[in-house]
């Protein structure tokens, strides 16, 4: 199913302060309970990595949040992911971030990556299944900016055929080189002395924009 709900962004604008809000968590509730789940079997993910028995918690450097995730390289990047997230979107609450998983029920093939955790969800209940439209222009920036420089290592779930926004999973194979570099270049940033990487980065700059832009055209 390819649906297209009713967007945040739309929803907003016609109403108002915390009743807005409210309500739109009670839209995203209903449309998670309506999902045709079923469970995934394999003893591997999606995205051909191994499912996981348990996974290591880390933290969110910034927001104090903690997400389970496959230690190593996944974890490295997609821990990235959210602290950009948190640094130039929007805070990042408790609970706002899911990442492992050992509950098998899925809507899309996608989510069985959080089984290998492989793939975190941010703010899945505002951003479900389905839904497309939700985020700001200036928050597709920072977005297209962080799969760029990813350098397609992530996928993001809103230009995914049926979308969800908050969903973010490692594209590529575990070991890939491609994987292992780009996390090797964001290990470099986290030892260095501070001024790259997430908290350093200013997604509207214009050769920063150009470069995403062009990354995307040639993802599509």
């Given at each position: ?47 051909r ?11 969110i ?14 974890a490295?990047?997609l ?5 950009r ?20 029920k ?13 793939a ?58 491609r994987?292992?570099?780009?996390a ?19 997604a ?6 150009s ?10």
């Amino acid at each position: 199913m390819n649906q297209t709900g009713l967007s945040r962004r739309r929803f907003i604008g016609a109403s108002s302060g915390f009743a807005a809000a409210a309500t739109l968590v009670n839209l995203g509730a209903a449309h998670g309970a309506s999902a045709d789940t079923h469970a995934w079997k394999g003893p591997v993910s999606k995205n051909r990595w191994p499912v996981l028995d348990e996974a290591t918690s880390f933290t969110i450097e910034g927001s104090g949040q903690k997400v389970s995730l496959a230690e190593g390289d996944a974890a490295t990047v997609l821990l990235n992911v959210a602290r950009r997230f948190h640094y130039e979107i929007d805070s990042l609450r408790a609970g706002d971030v899911h990442g492992w998983t050992s509950d098998r029920k899925v809507t899309e093939a996608y989510e069985s990556n959080y089984l290998s955790g492989s793939a975190i969800a941010i703010r899945p209940v505002g951003y479900p299944v389905g839904a497309k439209g939700n985020l700001y222009p200036n928050e597709l920036v920072v977005i297209r900016d962080i799969l760029a420089e990813l350098d397609g290592a992530v996928a993001w779930g809103g230009d995914f055929t049926t979308p969800k926004e908050s969903h973010f999973e490692i594209a590529l194979r575990p070991g890939h080189p491609r994987l292992k570099g780009v996390a090797r270049k964001i290990r470099g940033w986290d030892s260095g002395p501070g001024d790259e990487g997430a908290g350093a980065i200013d997604a509207f700059d214009p050769k920063r924009r150009s470069a995403a832009q062009a990354f995307a055209r040639r993802a599509s």
